[in-house]
């Protein structure tokens, strides 16, 4: 088993920047994929972001390259999501997820354990 709790969303301008941590406890941390995804109101939780258990291979959606980094500290058993040069539509529930076997990948299917989320607010 895996627990993951989220904090740091909030509300912020556009343009502004936010850091969301996905703190874990439980099963070993350092084994497992981490992915980060959200879900605005009426749509259907998208892929954000994913960083292998090693934090060597990484991948993001479109939508965020270029914006939003993935890391992670294994000695801490934590996974962070920086969040810069914001926009409105990044607005919604951010949930952080654990995946035991597939990597760091996009699709929400292989992801075991997932928080509670935190919710971004980016006003225009």
């Known amino acids: 088993q895996v627990q993951l709790v989220e904090s740091g969303g909030g509300l912020v301008q556009a343009g502004g920047s936010l850091r969301l941590s996905c703190a874990a406890s439980?099963?070993?941390?350092?084994?497992?994929?981490m992915g980060w995804f959200r879900q605005a109101p009426g749509k259907e939780r998208e892929f954000v972001g994913a960083i292998s258990w090693s934090g060597v291979s990484t991948d993001y959606a479109d939508s965020v390259k270029g914006r939003f980094t993935i890391s992670r500290d294994n000695a801490k058993n934590t996974v962070y999501l920086q969040m810069n040069s914001l926009k409105p539509e990044d607005t919604a529930v951010y949930y952080c997820a654990a995946n035991q076997y597939m990597g760091a990948v996009a699709n929400p299917r292989w992801y075991d354990y997932w928080g509670q989320g935190t919710q971004v607010t980016v006003s225009s």
């Open positions: 439980g099963r070993t941390f350092s084994s497992v994929a």
